[in-house]
């Protein structure tokens, strides 16, 4: 009889207790029994990898470079786009790939997208964590360096190597519970995409709004165009799960938008946000599905209440928490340190790629 309900069997008979029978599971060898040693159909059986865009922005070297870029004519700069807050570190990166090996042991690789910088707490060589650079997947390496991650987003599905199914995760994300594969796509490689309750707004961009808002209108004017529907709300701060071949058709279809997008030097009122575009496209064409099953806790650090609500969280009451630092967060050294001690609580075990 067994213990609790599961997807396998309510009960066994009494021979198929007999002989021993081991599986691989993500790399741990398992006893299991004769009948239950077979492909289930709801099992995903594809490689998944994990995508990261990552920033030091306390490098002097990449301060520079960002300095020298600032006044370039044609830029579309928004002031917010270049925030320092935008780029400040509290070490997220190695506590989210902390939290990835700790509760998603099936991801096959993971790849840290960045500019010309490694974590130094990451080993140089790693079979499962690689660091590429934006020079080695930029389809026109004369619009670099950028300070965009709506730019950086247009070439994340040029990496070399890259599986077709894949999670890009923000470094502010981190997966506090464990997660199957089923969470991102179903076993025949749908993708589940997370909607939040938020509106994108419509009507034309209003004057002083971010770039964010921006983009979310010329995705809606691009999935019109393409697929005759707009989206009306955003994606939550979770992973977003992606296929290659989708974007690859995406920067097909519309190679202008790509284009400009991964030229704009610092966030623009004419980027698109290719993520978005591509979760929203995928729904509309088939490939993707809206699934409400997500527990997230969402924590702006600018918030008056973060404080408070940083001390009081429970990470393992919820599948992914995301400690979101905006513009508006300058300053707040007690939210930071708060939010520091909580991974160091909620992650303290070091992964095999860390530095000892």
């Not at 670099?144 to 247009?154: G, K, M, Q, Y």
């Not at 749908?190 to 309750?197: G, N």
């Not at 978005?276 to 650090?301: E, K, M, P």
């Amino acid at each position: 009889l067994a213990p609790e309900p599961n997807s396998w069997a309510s009960t066994l008979e009494p021979e198929t207790l007999v002989g021993d029978v081991y599986v691989d599971v993500h790399g741990v060898r398992a006893r299991t029994l004769t009948d239950l040693d077979f492909p289930h159909v709801e099992h995903v059986a594809f490689p998944i990898d994990v995508v990261y865009t990552w920033v030091n922005g306390a490098d002097p070297a990449w301060q520079e470079r960002m300095q020298a870029r600032s006044g370039t004519p044609g830029s579309g700069l928004i002031d917010a786009a270049k925030n320092e807050d935008r780029f400040r570190s509290i070490d997220e990166l190695k506590f989210s790939l902390r939290s990835v090996h700790q509760n998603a042991p099936w991801v096959r690789r993971v790849w840290i997208v960045t500019d010309q910088q490694h974590p130094t707490w990451l080993r140089e060589v790693d079979d499962r964590v690689t660091v590429i650079d934006h020079r080695e997947i930029w389809a026109d390496p004369s619009d670099l360096p950028v300070f965009n991650s709506h730019a950086i987003e247009t070439q994340l599905h040029h990496i070399p190597g890259l599986s077709e199914h894949y999670v890009y995760l923000n470094d502010d994300v981190f997966l506090t519970a464990p997660l199957r594969p089923t969470a991102f796509f179903s076993a025949g490689g749908v993708m589940r995409i997370f909607s939040s309750p938020v509106h994108v707004g419509l009507g034309s961009w209003p004057a002083g709004g971010s770039a964010v808002e921006a983009a979310d209108r010329n995705d809606w004017r691009l999935l019109r165009d393409s697929t005759s529907s707009g989206q009306t709300q955003r994606l939550r701060h979770t992973g977003h799960a992606q296929r290659r071949s989708v974007a690859e058709e995406l920067e097909g279809r519309f190679p202008d938008e790509f284009a400009r997008t991964a030229a704009s030097t610092f966030r623009s009122p004419g980027d698109i946000s290719p993520i978005a575009l591509h979760s929203w496209y995928a729904l509309r064409t088939g490939r993707a599905v809206i699934s409400d099953d997500v527990r997230l806790a969402y924590v702006n650090l600018a918030a008056p209440t973060a404080l408070r609500t940083i001390r009081s969280l429970r990470p393992e009451l919820f599948d992914f928490v995301c400690l979101n630092r905006t513009e508006a967060s300058s300053g707040r050294v007690a939210e930071e340190r708060a939010a520091s001690a909580l991974l160091e609580r909620h992650f303290p075990f070091v992964a095999p790629w860390e530095v000892l």
